[in-house]
Nanobody, 125 residues
Framework: QVQLVESGGGLVQPGGSLRLSCAAS????????IGWFRQAPGKEREGVSC????????YYVDSAKGRFTISRDNAKNTVYLQMNNLKPEDTAVYYC??????????????????WGQGTQVTVRQ
C-alpha cells in the first residue's frame, strides 16, 4: 500500500501562488510515478501534471504549462506542485496519486492506484 498526504491548499487571489506538497510512504519516489489531478464541482477529474519515477520526466496539461511546475525531493520523499499566476478556473480539489512501478507517468486517472485525500484550492478576489 502507498500512502499519500497532501498539503498546501488554501484561498488565494487571482495572480497569486500556492505550493502543494504530496508526501509518499513507504515506497520511495524512484519507485513511484506521481500525478496531480484536480476536480472542480460538476466537472470530471482532470490530470494537471505528473513526474515519472524512471527518469523524472514531467508532463503538464496545456492550461498549466508555463504556470505550474512539478518537482520532487527524494530526500523528503515528497512531490511538489508550484502553482503561479493562479486563475479562478484553477479552483478545485487537488489530489496527488501514485503509480507503483517504473515507466513514464500519465495524466490519466485510471493509470493510478493510490490517491491522497485531496486539498482545496480556491482562487478568488
Amino acid at each position: 500500500q502507498v500512502q499519500l498526504v497532501e498539503s498546501g491548499g488554501g484561498l488565494v487571489q487571482p495572480g497569486g501562488s500556492l505550493r502543494l506538497s504530496c508526501a509518499a510512504s513507504p515506497f520511495t519516489l524512484d519507485a513511484l510515478s506521481i500525478g496531480w489531478f484536480r476536480q472542480a464541482p460538476g466537472k470530471e477529474r482532470e490530470g494537471v501534471s505528473c513526474i515519472s519515477s524512471s527518469d523524472g520526466s514531467t508532463y503538464y496539461v496545456d492550461s498549466a504549462k508555463g504556470r505550474f511546475t512539478i518537482s520532487r525531493d527524494n530526500a523528503k520523499n515528497t512531490v511538489y506542485l508550484q502553482m503561479n499566476n493562479l486563475k479562478p478556473e484553477d479552483t478545485a480539489v487537488y489530489y496527488c496519486a501514485a503509480q507503483l512501478g517504473g515507466g513514464v507517468c500519465s495524466l490519466m486517472s485510471y493509470d493510478y492506484d493510490y490517491w491522497g485525500q485531496g486539498t482545496q484550492v480556491t482562487v478568488r478576489q
